[in-house]
């Protein structure tokens, strides 16, 4: 069954760190890129940061010097460490993943359940 799920979220006062965590079932693979996205109450879904298979890894302005996606292959797992969180980093963290499912070898975009980020004091 192909699976992300996600781990990490909760409350945390400005300034503090969180670390989000998404382990992607085996039955995806390959897997080309692994992404995050959030979505704030009342805004679009944004691109937070993004690696691929080659380590390359982007960032959005907004999250630039402060968050650091990173990967573990061995565990399909893909990881976002933020710090310095601000309250307008509140929102719904959401895994992504382009890969194939290994049962059909279709490739196709995967997403985790989400998990709540809350920044404030």
């Known amino acids: 069954q192909v699976q992300l799920v996600e781990s990490g979220g909760g409350l945390v006062q400005p300034g503090g760190s969180l670390r989000l965590s998404c382990a992607a079932s085996r039955s995806i693979f390959p897997i080309y890129t692994m992404r995050w996205y959030r979505q704030a109450p009342g805004k679009q879904r944004e691109l937070v940061a993004g690696?691929?298979?080659?380590?390359?890894?982007n960032y959005a302005d907004s999250v630039k010097g402060r968050f650091t996606i990173s990967t573990e292959v061995a565990k399909n797992t893909v990881y976002l460490q933020m710090n310095s969180l601000k309250p307008e980093d509140t929102a719904v963290y959401y895994c992504n993943v382009d890969g194939r499912d290994a049962r059909n070898l279709v490739r196709g975009d995967y997403w985790g359940q989400g998990t709540q980020v809350t920044v404030s004091s």
């Open positions: 690696i691929n298979t080659a380590d390359v890894s």
